[in-house]
């Protein structure tokens, strides 16, 4: 009965002999058994988010009593109602429980065209409190493929859409699974940022699972940051809350992960003790979910020489990887095993292996670098189409003008000698003023082509930037380690005794060339202007040039700076890099101030020292400062230098909020 005074209940509004009418052709309907014209009585629901969210918990219950296929039709049936009555919250939430679904049956590639045909589908762009559950679902399962550069991306897409959305349910989840992004990608610093703000709101909502998480998380960072004494503190605290509460999963993970740091600091016996409490606690768990902590066995089994029992663990990690795709797992686990065979004498094996490593790392790199030229072809073709609409407008507007001119004359020929002189002059002043307007119309169709080139100027060296960066990374990086592997090879053989001063030596000026070349990298590209915006990029650039040099550097954001346009903030920081450096190596500065202040109309860029300063001559032509100018000029930015000789030097930019958006 009650869907029978939910139906008859929407007519309130018609005179009362037609409710009666309605009502009565509901309650008839209501009792129809079976089908109506081919449809399941089922629809007959009304469909809105109380009966959505009614059968996702059922679905819920079904996964968790382990059945799987009832759960996925549940999921279909639901998908069905909701494209039938066009209710995109029921769409989107339908398809991401199928995801799920396909996810807990280890079906990734399946999951993740579920997940891509969510993002596709026209329920998700009106659905924003299930968006950032899509974006986070991808990033997990690009995680559990190896593909953290992906991952983190999909972690940073689904904090926006939470924000966005208002939604701070689970922004503490992604914040600490962006960490393990990061941290797997060697951005350290920026893991323990994210973790420190996943901690504050986890402590906030008495969120213990998730805390235990975090402080597995920050022991790992601490331990390559090689504070050993807080990595150990925070697996201490992650053990203690997951072993209190009984988090399973947790303690399987934090001893997994302690293991893991103790063979990094190569406390073999205290990472075989803990990878077997991890076994323990983790009895429950199968499959590819103990693929970590497998590696770190199979890594304790060869430092300890037993090939023996690490070449069927190593083999059973390599059949899991492939299962699910994970490539990182994969050449991990070829690499072990080439090194296992190897010690049998089975090079035959080995070479296998060691063949299967380098093809995966290849592909892996190659698919990078693909995107990478994908990216660039792209803007450099925008940039062409932009310079032949260009071209097209003026050539449009010349002829408008030669049109105008030739219209002009006709009809002055037409009208009496008497009115000519009058008329004449009277057309003359009009046609100075098309010509003045038009005039005006090309100069600025010209600046705008003068703007398009610079930007795609600047943009072709940051991208080249990039290229250097990930070859430099990638490429020479490694070969550099491979030549300290060989040297340390030699050092072990008797007949490169008396060498082993000169290879000692030769090993120092690689760590040296190593360390310069990261520092050099991470010049070339700053992440953490990506990810976290104009003010922390030029803080930590402020703060790590402080610590190089002899100058104090004095960095004040005045107010609330917001994100600008990628481009927009790449030029400013390259500007103040270049200022910088310019200040260190010709002012002879003891202070160095770096000031930003934002309204809602302009955006200002102090850059002030107390140095020698500079004569009127140089402010034209020394210092770089041609380079700077163009890159101000691009955004139609101003600038203004305010030096004395012996004082020190100031320098202003300028620009315009209206601007920067237009150069955007």
């Known amino acids: 009965m009650a869907d029978f005074y939910k139906i008859a209940s929407k007519f309130n509004d018609v005179s009362r002999l037609f409710n009666v009418y309605i009502a009565i052709v509901a309650f008839f309907c209501w009792l129809l058994p079976g089908t109506v014209a081919g449809q399941d009585a089922r629809v007959l629901h009304v469909v809105d988010s109380s009966y959505v969210d009614a059968q996702i918990n059922s679905v819920k219950e079904h996964v968790e009593q382990g059945n799987l296929s009832t759960a996925e039709a549940v999921c279909r049936r639901l998908l069905d109602d909701c494209s039938n009555t066009k209710f995109h919250y029921g769409i989107l939430k339908s398809l991401v429980g199928l995801g799920n679904v396909a996810v807990h049956k280890a079906e990734f590639g399946k999951a993740l065209e579920i997940y891509n045909r969510a993002l596709e589908s026209n329920a998700f762009a009106h659905a924003k409190d299930v968006q950032p ?36 349910t689970y922004t503490p989840i992604l914040y600490a699974n962006l960490s393990v992004a990061y941290h797997v990608l060697k951005k350290y610093d920026k893991a323990i940022m994210m973790l420190n703000k996943a901690e504050r709101m986890a402590l906030s909502a008495n969120n213990y699972l998730l805390l235990a998480e975090i402080y597995t998380f920050k022991g790992l960072s601490y331990t390559e940051l090689k504070d050993y004494e807080k990595s150990d503190h925070y697996f201490e605290q992650a053990i203690h809350i997951a072993s209190k509460r009984g988090f399973t999963h947790s303690l399987f993970s934090a001893y997994t992960s302690q293991g893991n740091a103790y063979l990094e600091r190569d406390k073999v016996n205290d990472a075989l003790k803990s990878f077997r409490q991890a076994e323990v606690a983790g009895a429950g768990i199968t499959g590819f979910r103990r693929n970590t902590m497998m590696i770190g066995f199979a890594k304790v089994l060869i430092r300890l020489e037993n090939y023996k029992d690490a070449k069927p663990l190593l083999q059973t990690i390599l059949a899991q990887a492939q299962a699910i795709e994970n490539i ?24 296998y292996h060691r063949t299967f490593e380098m093809q995966l790392t290849d592909s892996f790199k190659k698919n990078e670098t693909t995107l990478a030229l994908a990216e660039i072809e792209n803007q ?23 049109l105008s001119r030739r219209n002009s004359w006709i009809f002055m020929s037409l009208f009496a000698v008497g009115l000519l002189g009058v008329f004449i002059f009277y057309q003359r002043r009009v046609f100075q003023h098309k010509q003045k307007i038009k005039s005006q119309e090309m100069k600025e169709v010209l600046q705008q082509q003068t703007i398009l080139e610079m930007k795609a100027l600047l943009e072709g060296e940051e991208k080249e930037r990039v290229r250097l960066s990930r070859e430099i990374h990638d490429d020479i990086m490694v070969q550099f380690s491979v ?17 082993t001063e000169e290879i000692n030596s ?10 310069n070349l990261r520092r050099t990298v991470h010049n070339l590209m700053p992440d953490v202007l990506w990810e976290e915006g104009l003010v922390d990029a030029l803080y930590f650039f402020c703060d790590n040039l402080q610590k190089s040099v002899p100058l104090r550097f004095d960095f004040q954001p005045l107010g609330i700076i917001p994100r600008f346009e990628a ?98």
């Open 133 to 168: 559950t899509v974006y986070a679902n991808i990033g997990n399962i690009c995680a559990l493929r190896g593909d953290y550069a992906a991952s983190a991306k999909f972690y940073e897409l689904a904090i926006q859409a939470a924000d966005q959305a208002g939604s701070t």
């Open 328 to 351: 990182k797992d994969q050449i991990t686990a070829h690499a072990l095993l080439a090194g296992v065979y190897q010690h049998f004498d089975r090079f035959d094996s080995a070479f």
């Open 380 to 402: 450099h073709n925008a940039a062409l189409k932009g310079v032949k609409l260009t071209e097209s407008q003026l050539t449009i507007a010349q002829q408008q003008v030669a």
């Open 483 to 499: 030549i300290k592997m060989g040297l340390s090879t030699w050092l072990g053989q008797a007949e490169a005794e008396r060498k």
């Open 506 to 515: 030769t090993m120092t000026q690689l760590d040296h060339a190593t360390e």
């Open 567 to 664: 481009g927009f903030e790449l030029s400013v920081y390259r500007i103040i890099q270049e200022l910088l450096q310019n200040v260190i190596k010709h002012a002879r500065a003891t202070e160095v101030l770096v000031q930003l202040s934002y309204d809602e109309a302009m955006f200002g860029i102090t850059v002030e020292d107390n140095g020698i300063g500079m004569q009127r001559k140089e402010l034209n032509s020394g210092m770089g400062l041609k380079s700077i100018a163009n890159r101000v000029n691009s955004f139609a930015g101003s600038i203004e230098i305010d030096s004395k000789v012996g004082i020190g030097t100031s320098i202003h930019l300028q620009f315009d909020k209206l601007s920067i958006l237009e150069a955007g």
